[in-house]
């Protein structure tokens, strides 16, 4: 039986898994990234795989989720500014010496939720994680789309409000603009420094955090109807830490989408919760390195 070692490489964590072919969890683990000093995380890695070959037999392939856009072969991350410096280029196969296949993070959590989680029955599926930005990505056909150089699926900067501020990538008021807990502090106008913080004083009754909450959700569901459009999705699946909100956001923003989604014939995509939680990334690092090995 096939195995395959997933690291998801982290700002602040890496996450390790060895998986057998069948997507089950075989072992885990967790290092602290040590972010600012290459050195450092990419031992951190070299150490995760090590100790998670110990659990396996033979030889493993090794696949690496990442923030950022892989090359067209999957073998580094060709563009990632301002983080993880040392990233950038670095061909981990050459460092691991051993089959290594890189993806972005989204697009791995979303081959997780393809494989074992939430949208395992979909043929066509979109993915967005609300987190401290919006990362989102596209399965088309029963496979994770990455587009030409690698970009598609970045639904976070998709525009909402032509008037809004720029986001990282210089787009008008994109939808992590919107949502992102990167902007919480902006949309509160100060009062709250997290959306775990907005979503306590929401659920006390507070009207400015339900005006702020909700309106996010709005603008939320706006950007979903948007893509199902024109994407034509069977399943929307929604992960990240916001999404931890669960009532508090799928009651609200089912309601929109509703109102916003053009459903012809009264069809609509189901919007579900993500199922594989923070070890989706390095589980679907480690389902795309087998599939890539073959």
Not at 156 to 173: F, K, L, R
Not at 183 to 206: M, N, P, V
Not at 215 to 232: E, R, Y
Request: aromatic fraction near 8%; proline fraction near 4%; include cysteine.
């Amino acid at each position: 039986m096939k195995r395959a070692i997933g690291i998801d490489l982290g700002g602040t964590r890496i996450k390790g898994v060895a998986i057998d072919e069948e997507g089950n969890l075989l072992h885990q683990l967790y290092m602290p990234t040590n972010d600012g000093d290459d050195i450092s995380w990419k031992s951190a890695v070299a150490n995760t795989v090590s100790e998670l070959r110990q659990h396996l037999n033979g030889n493993t392939v090794i696949g690496i989720s990442a923030p950022g856009l892989p090359d067209k072969e999957n073998t580094t991350i060709a563009f990632m500014p301002g983080r993880l410096g040392g990233l950038e280029n670095f061909v981990w196969r050459n460092y691991l010496k051993t089959p290594a296949y890189v993806l972005n993070d989204g697009v791995a959590a979303l081959f997780a939720e393809a494989k074992i989680g939430a949208a395992k029955n979909s043929t066509n599926a979109i993915m967005i994680t609300l987190g401290t930005g919006v990362g989102g990505a596209l399965l088309i056909n029963k496979q994770p789309y990455q587009g030409s150089f690698n970009k598609a699926g970045h639904i976070g900067h998709m525009v909402i409000d032509s008037d809004g501020d720029a986001d990282v990538t210089n787009m008008p008021g994109s939808l992590e603009e919107c949502i992102g807990n990167c902007t919480i502090k902006k949309r509160s106008e100060g009062k709250f420094a997290s959306t775990h913080e907005l979503l306590e004083a929401y659920r006390k009754g507070d009207y400015f955090a339900k005006e702020v909450w909700l309106t996010s959700v709005k603008k939320l569901a706006i950007g979903l109807a948007s893509a199902s459009n024109f994407i034509s999705p069977d399943t929307i699946v929604v992960g990240g830490g916001i999404a931890e909100a669960n009532e508090d956001l799928f009651i609200p923003l089912n309601k929109w989408f509703d109102e916003f989604e053009w459903q012809p014939g009264g069809i609509r995509p189901k919007i579900v919760k993500a199922t594989q939680g923070d070890l989706a990334g390095a589980i679907g690092a480690a389902c795309f390195a087998m599939d890539k090995a073959g």
